[in-house]
């Protein structure tokens, strides 16, 4: 069993940055794809970004140049930072883990954005 734990979330000012983490743990196993999605009330969960075992990184075109992801494979962590937040960012992230053959997902943390 692989479990998926986030942190970093919180409320921060637009303009403002966070940096969110997230560690995966249980028995053995190898991560394909690591990355961050995200779920405004109302809307359906979107990608934020991911990035594979090789580093190919891939980003939703709304945070392009705004958010960074990147993964530390001998620890099992991947991480977000978020720069020039927007109040459009505002959302519960999810850690993402693709361990053939399931995907695996956090429990959440909440990103809120002030304007």
């Known amino acids: 069993q692989v479990q998926l734990v986030e942190s970093g979330g919180g409320l921060v000012q637009a303009g403002g940055s966070l940096r969110l983490s997230c560690a995966a743990s249980?028995?053995?196993?190898?991560?394909?794809?690591m990355g961050w999605y995200r779920q405004a009330p109302g809307n359906q969960r979107e990608l934020v970004a991911s990035?594979?075992?090789?580093?190919?990184?891939n980003y939703a075109d709304s945070v392009k140049g705004r958010f960074t992801i990147s993964r530390d494979d001998a620890r099992n962590r991947v991480y977000l930072q978020m720069n020039s937040l927007k109040p459009e960012d505002t959302a519960v992230y999810y850690c993402?883990?693709?361990?053939?053959?399931?995907?695996?997902w956090g429990q959440g943390t909440q990103v809120t954005v002030s304007s």
């Open positions: 249980g028995n053995r196993f190898i991560i394909i794809t």
């Open positions: 990035v594979t075992r090789g580093g190919r990184t």
């Open positions: 993402m883990a693709d361990i053939a053959p399931q995907r695996y």
